[in-house]
C-alpha cells in the first residue's frame, strides 16, 4: 500500500522468495544446455533460417520427420528462455521463428557458437565436472584425469572424434574473436611483418588476421597433428612442434586462449619462448595475447563470463586458470617482459600486448 513501509519481516520474505527462484535456476541450470544441444542436433535453427517464414509446429514435425508431442515442449521451454519466438505465418497460423539467439546455433556462419555448444554438453567434457570436489580436496589430480586416466591432449590424441569436436569449437569463438580484437584495437597489427599464432590449432586465427592486414605472413603453430589436419591458405604456413621447447620465429607471437591451460610455470616457460621467438625484432618485437583478465567480483557481464571460465579450466584443464592483471603482471615480468598493456573488447577476453 502506497505510504506504508514494508516490515523487516516482508524484505526476510522477499528475500526467501528470491533465493528460492534462484536455486531452482541453478539446480535445473543444466535443462538450457540440454535443451539447446537437442535443437542444435536436429537442426531446428538451421530449418527456420532456411525456411525464412516463421514455421508451424506441423511443418516443424515435418521438416524433422518426428512426432510434434516432444518437440512442441521442447520448443515451448526453449522460446521461454528467448531462443526463438512465436510469430504469425504468411497464412495467419502461430508459428516459430528464430531469435538473435537462436540465429547463434546455426551450424555454420560466423557467428555460430553451435560448434562449442556441441563440443561443451559432449560425455567427455561433462565427465570431469563430477570430480569438482575430488579436485578441491586433492588438487594433484586434476577432475579431466579423474574421469579419463589422462589429460584433455593426450584425450585428443586418442580420440579423434573428440579432438574434432574440440577445434571445431575453438575455431567457433576465433571466428567471433579474432574481429572484435580488429575492430578493438586494430593499431596492434600496424606495420607487423609477420606473425606466429602459437597453438593456432587449424588456422583458423590466422586466416582471418592475413585477410584483414594481408600485409602480414602468418605461421600457424600447433601441435603435429593438429597441424597435419589444417587447411591450406595463401601466405600462411604451417609448422608443427611443441611450444614448450620453441616457437617458429617471428615479428609477433599471438597467443588465444593458450596461456589461461597452464599453470604459472608453465606459462612462463611458454611466454620465455616467445620472448625468444620475437628477439630478431628488437623493440618492434612483441607477443599478444588474447585472453580472460578476471576480476574478483566478476564485472560486468562480458568480464562475469572469465569467472565461469575459470570453472572451466578447474575442470577441463590440469593446472590452468584465468588471472588477474597482477596475475598476468607475475607471468610476464618472470618472463622477462618489461611492459605490457591491457585493452578491453567486445568479448569475455581481453587483448594483453607484452613488449620485451
Ligand atoms: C584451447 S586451444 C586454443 C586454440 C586457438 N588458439 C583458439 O583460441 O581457437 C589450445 C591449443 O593449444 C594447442 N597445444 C596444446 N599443447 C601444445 C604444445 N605443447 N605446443 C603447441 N601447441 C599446443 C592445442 O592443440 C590447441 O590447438
Redesign the pocket.
Known amino acids: 500500500m502506497e505510504g506504508v513501509e514494508k516490515s523487516e519481516a516482508a524484505y526476510v520474505d522477499d528475500e526467501i522468495a528470491q533465493a528460492q527462484v534462484k536455486i531452482w535456476r541453478i539446480l535445473f541450470g543444466f535443462t538450457e544446455m540440454a535443451a539447446a544441444k537437442c535443437a542444435v542436433e536436429l537442426g531446428i535453427p538451421d530449418i527456420l533460417e532456411n525456411h525464412g517464414d516463421p514455421m508451424t509446429l506441423s511443418q516443424l514435425s515435418s521438416a524433422l520427420n518426428c512426432s510434434s508431442t516432444a518437440l512442441f515442449r521442447i520448443m515451448r521451454f526453449l522460446m521461454n528462455r528467448g531462443i526463438f519466438q512465436e510469430k504469425i505465418t504468411k497464412q495467419g497460423s502461430m508459428g516459430y521463428a528464430q531469435t538473435a539467439l537462436s540465429r547463434l546455433l546455426t551450424k555454420d556462419g560466423n557467428e555460430s557458437l553451435a560448434s562449442m555448444l556441441l563440443f561443451q554438453s559432449s560425455s567427455a567434457i561433462i565427465a570431469p565436472w563430477h570430480y569438482l570436489s575430488s579436485r578441491v580436496l586433492d588438487d594433484k589430480t586434476s577432475a579431466f584425469v579423474r574421469a579419463h586416466g589422462m589429460d584433455i ?1 593426450q584425450h ?1 590424441a586418442e580420440n579423434p572424434d573428440d579432438a574434432k569436436l ?2 571445431e569449437a ?2 567457433s ?2 571466428r567471433r ?1 579474432i574481429p572484435a580484437v580488429l575492430e578493438g584495437c586494430p593499431e596492434i597489427f600496424d606495420g607487423l611483418s609477420s606473425v606466429v ?5 587449424d588456422g ?2 590466422l586466416r582471418i588476421l592475413i585477410k584483414a592486414c594481408p600485409w602480414i605472413r602468418g605461421i600457424n ?3 603435429p597433428r ?1 597441424v597435419a589436419a589444417a587447411p591450406e591458405c595463401e601466405g600462411m604456413e604451417h609448422v608443427g ?4 621447447t620453441s616457437v617458429p620465429k617471428a615479428n609477433a607471437a599471438f ?4 596461456l589461461h ?1 597452464w599453470n604459472d610455470d608453465e606459462c612462463i616457460q611458454i611466454l620465455k619462448n616467445c620472448r625468444e621467438a620475437i628477439s630478431e625484432y628488437g623493440s618492434a618485437g612483441k607477443v599478444i595475447i588474447v585472453e580472460a583478465v578476471i576480476e574478483e567480483k566478476g564485472g560486468d557481464e562480458l568480464k562475469d563470463g572469465g569467472l565461469v571460465l575459470d570453472m572451466v579450466m578447474l575442470a577441463q584443464t590440469d593446472k590452468g586458470k584465468e588471472r588477474t592483471a597482477e596475475e598476468w603482471t607475475y607471468v610476464l615480468r618472470e618472463a622477462g617482459f618489461t611492459r605490457h598493456t591491457i585493452k578491453n573488447i567486445q568479448s569475455v577476453l581481453s587483448v594483453i600486448e607484452a613488449f620485451p
Request: no cysteine; net charge negative.
Open positions: 591432449w585428443g574440440l577445434d575453438m575455431a569463438d576465433t574473436t599464432n602459437v597453438g593456432g590449432g583458423t586465427a603453430f600447433d601441435l593438429v612442434g611443441d611450444m614448450f597467443l588465444k586462449w593458450i591451460d
